[in-house]
């Protein structure tokens, strides 16, 4: 149950980052239009907050699935944007499409 | 938010973090190590390896040899075994004051047959006492986690931006990667490192603000601590002589009203008088807080003289911040996500640390004093900490005062360490010392051979992690307006 | 300069503040004597940055100096209400 829940806060992470200007364009190496980034955004939310209940769930005390879930979730968010960061810097095979291939900056 | 504000909070941030960083990052460091003090304790002593002990039995063997050692000393402090440490660690009083203390073999009960080590104990103490003699240690440790959070919250204000840049983390840019990796790190443990550095200073909240303390119980402040813990106030000697009753029924008994919390620690207050007092303190594994379910027996007659559990709400929140501090609670998911946070605020001080000098340089002025200061601290404390770990292995096994020479190792290597960082330019000097902790952690790693149980292979696997970056910093090329002058 | 003489009010009157603070909710509270004294400690811990962060957040030096004394004269009535005599 804890490791689902841990898995969950992973994938909520990702989307989270799929829902930040800097971070979707980073994993799709596209600009993704604000109404996907919001839908991203909440459905991430919303896996963190799932994430939280299982904990709850499979520890059965508040404060230790909250101090699990507070620090877990923290170092998914890190594991996420170390994902955009790889994704940003691997080689981009070259499309027509692709014009941008480094970050915005 | 108004644009002064901001610059005011970036200023504070500023130098609160430049005062602070380097007691911070030792701070830091070392209770880093204490979440797993225990597994450390096991580590440096590989006597124990593969030994199991029963609480109770072992606290019988270990009061018996005190009993026949230190029959004179005005208190024993025991930590009984556990699954996590299978032996007894006792801290007790000579008669003309000095403390002393050694793991006691669960089986017979004495020292001899263990290595003197203080094992995890040190970097426990020296997370809050700094090696600083009794206040000002504390009290250090005590302002440099006020400055934490201080600085924590207005580094909030400070890096405002970091949610638009979030998620992204651009390596090989020089100052704004360091900026990048200071905020990432810093946002997203944030509550973690408010909490830890805010229950930090609870944990020492008496000694930074006893004014309250001191004019509600009119300058009786252990009246204070006696309040807080009322099963736990010992009654004064006699001075007649007393025998200690039968230890076995009153540890079962002990043991029978703790349930499944267990035994967690045993004081034996004035053994050899009449008013021998023997308090038992249940485990707190089980819950947050560091309240635990508490018995006092009366030592000559092994009568209960008071059980006694937590209820008062706001001591309870007390508590409860004291134990998110100390995390005895933490089964081992929780353990590791400990330690791989504080690990990560030692990152946010050390690149912070590093990003001020970048800016001066920046501005033209000269840090290379700062840099090489820097050097010595963010890469010599790991090869000092490193340090400790060696010595326990490379000391023998039978040298006077063992444990206080294990110390003088970690504090003679940081002593050099500064040396060698302050007479290299700081570019030669990060790249020596990074190498130096590299080989160090790779030392640890060696000596946790045969990598048999969980302890030798979990510190073998985070010291090749940290000397994989150690490594990595070393070999890195200087970034353009990094560290290329 | 005056930043110098800013971060001394706010350092030392923050502290000051906080020491008042956690002798005002000694006295003042209605629980019982530890309490009170634990709650006034975590109180005074959560005032200590607070007021530094003050002490920078106000334009004017005199205006950080005008608002310390105000709040530690504050504190300090209540707690004299309270029953507190220093």
């Known amino acids: 149950m804890a490791a689902v829940a841990i898995l969950g806060e992973l994938a909520g992470a990702l989307l989270l980052a799929l829902g930040n200007a800097r971070g979707g364009h980073a994993l799709l190496r596209r600009p993704v239009p604000p109404a996907r980034r919001r839908l991203a955004r909440n459905a991430g939310f919303c896996l963190l907050g799932a994430a939280l209940w299982g904990l709850i769930r499979a520890e059965g005390d508040l404060l230790f699935a909250l101090t699990a879930w507070a620090l877990s979730s923290g170092s998914a968010c890190i594991l996420a944007a170390l994902a955009c960061t790889m994704r940003d810097r691997a080689p981009v095979r070259p499309t027509p499409r692709q014009t941008v291939t480094g970050p915005l900056s | 938010m108004r644009p002064g504000f901001r610059a005011a909070m970036t200023w504070l941030h500023d130098w609160t973090g430049i005062l602070t960083g380097w007691v911070l990052l030792a701070i830091v460091l070392s209770g880093t190590l204490s979440v797993f003090r225990s597994e450390i304790n096991v580590w440096m002593r590989p006597e124990l390896a593969g030994r199991t002990a029963d609480p109770v039995r072992a606290t019988i063997a270990a009061i018996d040899w005190l009993h026949d050692h230190a029959p004179r000393s005005p208190a024993w402090y025991l930590t009984a075994a556990n699954p996590r440490a299978p032996f007894t660690w006792a801290v007790w009083q000579q008669p003309d004051g000095p403390f002393v203390q050694h793991a006691l073999d669960p089986a017979s009960g004495a020292p001899d047959t263990i290595r003197d080590t203080l094992g995890g104990e040190f970097f426990y103490r020296f997370h809050f006492e700094l090696q600083i003699p009794y206040p000002f240690g504390r009290l250090v440790a005590a302002v440099a986690a006020m400055a934490l959070v201080?600085?924590?919250?207005?580094?909030?204000?400070?890096?405002?931006?970091?949610?638009?840049?979030?998620?992204?983390?651009?390596?090989?840019?020089?100052?704004?990667?360091?900026?990048?990796?200071?905020?990432?790190?810093?946002?997203?443990?944030?509550?973690?490192?408010?909490?830890?550095?805010?229950?930090?200073?609870?944990?020492?909240?008496?000694?930074?603000?006893?004014?309250?303390?001191?004019?509600?119980?009119?300058?009786?402040?252990?009246?204070?601590?006696?309040?807080?813990?009322?099963?736990?106030?010992?009654?004064?000697?006699?001075?007649?002589?007393?025998?200690?009753?039968?230890?076995?029924?009153?540890?079962?008994?002990?043991?029978?009203?703790?349930?499944?919390?267990?035994?967690?620690?045993?004081?034996?207050?004035?053994?050899?008088?009449?008013?021998?007092?023997?308090?038992?303190?249940?485990?707190?594994?089980?819950?947050?807080?560091?309240?635990?379910?508490?018995?006092?027996?009366?030592?000559?007659?092994?009568?209960?003289?008071?059980?006694?559990?937590?209820?008062?709400?706001?001591?309870?929140?007390?508590?409860?911040?004291?134990?998110?501090?100390?995390?005895?609670?933490?089964?081992?998911?929780?353990?590791?996500?400990?330690?791989?946070?504080?690990?990560?605020?030692?990152?946010?001080?050390?690149?912070?640390?590093?990003?001020?000098?970048?800016?001066?340089?920046?501005?033209?002025?000269?840090?290379?004093?700062?840099?090489?200061?820097?050097?010595?601290?963010?890469?010599?404390?790991?090869?000092?900490?490193?340090?400790?770990?060696?010595?326990?292995?490379?000391?023998?096994?039978?040298?006077?005062?063992?444990?206080?020479?294990?110390?003088?190792?970690?504090?003679?290597?940081?002593?050099?360490?500064?040396?060698?960082?302050?007479?290299?330019?700081?570019?030669?000097?990060?790249?020596?010392?990074?190498?130096?902790?590299?080989?160090?952690?790779g030392g640890v790693a060696g000596f946790s051979a045969p990598w048999l149980n969980g302890i030798d292979q979990g510190a073998a696997i985070v010291a090749i992690l940290l000397a994989a970056g150690f490594g990595y910093a070393a070999s890195r090329r200087p970034a353009p307006g990094g560290r290329a002058r | 300069m005056s930043m110098l003489v800013r971060t001394a009010t706010a350092i030392i009157g923050g502290y000051g503040i906080a020491a008042m603070a956690a002798i005002t909710l000694s006295w003042c509270l209605p629980w019982s004597r530890a309490e009170n004294v634990t709650a006034g400690l975590l109180a005074g811990l959560l005032l200590w940055p607070a007021m530094v962060m003050l002490g920078f957040a106000l334009r004017a030096s005199l205006h950080v100096c005008i608002a310390i004394t105000g709040i530690a004269a504050v504190l300090a009535a209540l707690a004299l209400l309270g029953g507190w005599r220093p």
Request: aromatic share 10%; net charge positive.
């Open chain 2, 150 to 441: 201080l600085a924590l919250v207005t580094g909030i204000v400070a890096h405002r931006r970091f949610f638009a840049d979030f998620f992204t983390f651009r390596p090989h840019k020089g100052q704004r990667s360091w900026l990048d990796a200071h905020n990432l790190l810093g946002v997203t443990v944030l509550p973690f490192h408010l909490v830890i550095a805010f229950s930090g200073a609870v944990t020492l909240a008496s000694l930074l603000l006893p004014w309250g303390i001191l004019s509600a119980y009119r300058g009786a402040p252990a009246q204070f601590q006696d309040a807080l813990s009322p099963a736990m106030a010992a009654r004064p000697a006699t001075g007649t002589p007393g025998t200690l009753a039968p230890m076995e029924p009153i540890l079962h008994e002990a043991a029978r009203r703790f349930g499944p919390d267990g035994i967690g620690q045993i004081y034996v207050y004035n053994p050899g008088d009449a008013a021998a007092t023997l308090i038992a303190i249940g485990g707190n594994g089980r819950h947050v807080g560091f309240d635990s379910h508490v018995l006092r027996f009366d030592g000559t007659t092994g009568r209960i003289l008071a059980d006694y559990r937590e209820h008062r709400p706001m001591i309870s929140t007390f508590a409860t911040l004291y134990g998110l501090h100390v995390a005895r609670f933490a089964p081992p998911l929780t353990r590791w996500l400990y330690f791989v946070c504080g690990l990560l605020l030692a990152a946010v001080i050390a690149s912070g640390l590093r990003l001020r000098t970048l800016r001066r340089r920046r501005q033209g002025k000269s840090t290379e004093a700062v840099e090489r200061l820097n050097a010595g601290m963010i890469a010599g404390i790991p090869v000092a900490f490193a340090g400790y770990f060696l010595a326990n292995r490379l000391l023998p096994a039978t040298l006077p005062d063992r444990a206080g020479h294990e110390v003088q190792a970690v504090f003679t290597l940081w002593g050099l360490m500064l040396v060698l960082a302050a007479a290299l330019p700081s570019a030669t000097g990060w790249r020596v010392l990074s190498v130096l902790a590299m080989l160090a952690l």
